[in-house]
């Protein structure tokens, strides 16, 4: 049994693909756009894939892998109001300089909720909402898992 997170990013699912691919490294393992989806001709269908008006090139499922894991992201119903709220993303960078790379990197256009520091925990820990509002808690030097 597996548990994957699904983020759906209203609108901004490739702005994000890629800004987790230039910043964390991810890689695209699948993307499907709703110009794609093999009911696209139809306005309403029963399986509940029909398109959201206007959004053909929008992303409908996608599967991509930070290091060892793999989420799936789409543009669901493509509202622009993405909404992320009671749940993070935990990331366990390799090292302390890894974690305050990422932080940095997801910090830019995002929000700090936590600066990064030394916990009980970690060499280094922090808390950030990126700019799609997706929430993280980056860690680096967490003992008992090699550098």
Request: charged letters at 20%.
């Amino acid at each position: 049994m597996q548990v994957q997170p699904y983020l759906f990013f209203e609108g901004r699912c490739e702005e994000a693909i890629t800004f987790y691919r230039e910043n964390l490294g991810a890689q695209v393992v699948m993307m499907m756009r709703y110009s794609e989806n093999p009911e696209a001709g139809k306005a309403e269908t029963a399986s509940g894939c029909g398109i959201p008006p206007g959004s053909e090139n929008k992303i409908m499922h996608s599967a991509f892998t930070i290091g060892e894991s793999m989420l799936m992201a789409s543009d669901g119903m493509c509202s622009g109001k993405p909404d992320f709220k009671g749940v993070s993303l935990s990331l366990t960078a390799s090292d302390e300089q890894q974690a305050e790379k990422y932080f940095n990197a997801l910090s830019n256009g995002g929000q700090v909720q936590m600066p990064m520091t030394q916990t009980f925990f970690a060499k280094r820990f922090g808390m950030v909402a990126d700019k799609f509002g997706v929430s993280w808690m980056v860690l680096g030097g967490v003992e008992g898992k090699p550098a």
